[in-house]
């Protein structure tokens, strides 16, 4: 296990925005879904008995197709709020740190964010 956590904003962030394509691909979906319509006369006289559950399991793939495209957004949502809970702690380290730094030196100096894993060793 490792003794540092690392966390790249930017790639977080872009990732983040991948997911985002990926809910806008399944809302390119939802809406093939909704608009799609099954009438009886697409199965014929042979095949009538198929209406129902057609109609059924299409209702069913239009629930599941939103519920995925819900979940993707929320997915996207949640990693951007945790890249700002990371970047927000850190800066409050980073704060602290130079606040002891400068009470120790007599000196208001600190670590710059790249520096605060050189202090951490």
């Known amino acids: 296990m490792g003794e540092k ?3 790249d904003p930017d790639a977080v962030t872009y990732h983040a925005a991948r997911v985002e394509q990926a809910a806008a691909d399944a809302h ?3 809406t093939a879904a909704q608009s799609m ?3 009886g006369g697409a199965f014929g006289l042979m ?3 198929l209406v129902g559950p057609a109609l059924a399991t299409t209702e069913a793939a239009k629930f599941m197709l939103v ?3 819900n979940l993707i957004g929320r997915s996207a949502t949640t990693l951007r709020a945790g890249v700002g809970d990371f970047a927000g702690y850190e800066d409050h380290v ?3 740190v130079r606040a002891l730094r400068g009470d120790l030196d007599g000196a208001p100096h ?3 964010p ?3 894993a050189q202090m951490m060793r």
Do not use: L
């Open 5 to 7: 956590i690392s966390v």
């Open 28 to 30: 390119v979906a939802v």
């Open 37 to 39: 319509n099954v009438a």
């Open 47 to 49: 095949c009538s008995f």
């Open 67 to 69: 519920s995925v495209e």
């Open 94 to 96: 980073i704060d602290t």
């Open 110 to 112: 600190g670590p710059t």
């Open 114 to 116: 790249s520096g605060i």
